[in-house]
């Protein structure tokens, strides 16, 4: 069962309880009559322990909002408990004002404490040795520590405790902003490489607008068919570098928050941005002269791909062959399907079991990530059947 909101750790409620708490059990202690303990004034009245019970269980609700408060409270108490002869009752809730000061209380005031209580207790150890003449008499200290030293020990520990825990969790907090930061520098990163691609891309197309209509002004007594198939040149470029003007506008346009969970860069080496899914050939070969023996699968008729689809394709299996390379045994199977709406990418390869690959960020499987996400494509990085699968559904806008 939870407690009541009003009784929830480090509420008023819960200090206000255990006081109430503190002085009902006095209150029983004094009705069984045991108290005062220590009689040095027999004519002193019982009822007059019960102001100092009192004032000490005050202390205990002010354990939070005024440690130091507390703390002077509770011990003007004891003493004046002391004075009178002594009551169990308020020298038991005193250790416990002692504790709440140790824990809730500046640093200072735990180093105070606990110089004063184990002086207090050598003194007493000391003076029951001299008083008895043999050192049984140390047991005459065995209340001082009971009720002052131990006490202070128990509280200093659970405030050392406590301060680790917050500077653990301080730690982890800062951590996970260092990675959500570096997570946008990466995600902004790959979106800037992205959108250079297109813009080389588009400016192909835009070329080759240029071309033909030059040609077109230019040769005087062209024929009609010439004309027509330099316009349909024209107009195809148009409208692909239009499309494709668009998707980068949608590549350089921040998302919102939450938009996508993880994003990322991938660290490989600048290609010349006409690389396409076509001319994945010629990097197996160069992952092959690496040293990874690469076995290549197509499922389907190869056809034509849209632009952004052909370079995220292109450079999720290039970041795929690289990590296997890095991190696999040698081997690795590629199998690009093609489909009627879309080329699914699979990479799998063996991952050595004792862990001993090259080292990296893990900001490759981000990046991959990345592509597929901004292509509103699906992706999947981890063990499968004992490999490691990476596996990527890329949307050609095609088919049903």
């Avoid at 206000?16 to 009559?33: F, K, N, Q, R």
């Amino acid at each position: 069962m939870r407690p009541p909101p009003w009784l929830g750790s480090g509420t008023a409620g819960r200090d206000l309880t255990l006081a109430g708490a503190s002085l009902i059990g006095g209150l029983v202690l004094y009705g069984l009559g045991m108290q005062p303990q220590i009689v040095p004034h027999p004519d002193v009245p019982p009822e007059l322990f019960l102001a100092p019970l009192l004032a000490v269980c005050v202390a205990v609700g002010l354990r939070r909002v005024a440690p130091r408060a507390s703390l002077a409270v509770g011990t003007g108490a004891l003493v004046v408990d002391t004075a009178l002869g002594n009551s169990l009752g308020t020298v038991v809730i005193y250790t416990q004002v002692l504790y709440d000061a140790c824990v809730y209380g500046p640093p200072r005031l735990w180093r105070w404490l606990l110089g004063i209580t184990a002086t207090l207790s050598a003194i007493a150890v000391v003076a029951g040795v001299l008083g008895f003449g043999q050192w049984r008499g140390a047991a005459v200290g065995v209340p001082v520590v009971l009720a002052g030293l131990l006490p202070v020990l128990t509280g200093i520990s659970v405030r050392q405790y406590r301060d680790q825990a917050a500077a653990e969790r301080a730690r982890a907090e800062q951590t996970a902003r260092l990675v959500e930061l570096d997570r946008r520098q990466a995600v902004s990163a790959e979106r800037a490489r992205m959108a250079r691609e297109l813009h080389d891309v588009v400016a192909n197309h835009l070329s080759a607008v240029a071309i033909h209509a030059t040609a077109v002004l230019s040769v005087p007594g062209l024929e009609r068919g010439q004309v027509e198939s330099a316009l349909r040149v024209i107009r195809e470029s148009s409208v692909q570098g239009l499309a494709e003007m668009r998707q980068m506008i949608e590549l350089l346009r921040e998302p919102d928050a939450g938009e996508r969970g993880t994003a990322g860069v991938v660290g490989a080496v600048p290609e010349a941005v006409t690389a396409r899914l076509a001319e994945a050939d010629g990097l197996v070969e160069r992952i092959r002269a690496a040293g990874l023996a690469v076995r290549v699968q197509t499922d389907g008729t190869p056809g034509p791909l849209p632009v952004g689809v052909d370079l995220a394709a292109y450079r999720i299996v290039q970041e795929s062959l690289t990590n296997a390379l890095k991190h696999g045994t040698g081997e690795a199977e590629l199998t690009i399907a093609y489909r009627p709406a879309e080329v699914v990418l699979t990479v799998e390869n063996p991952v050595r079991p004792d862990g001993s690959g090259l080292p990296g960020a893990g900001a490759g499987l981000i990046g991959m990530r990345e592509r597929a996400a901004l292509l509103a494509g699906r992706f999947t990085a981890g063990p499968h059947d004992g490999r490691w699968q990476v596996r990527a559904a890329l949307p050609t806008g095609e088919g049903g």
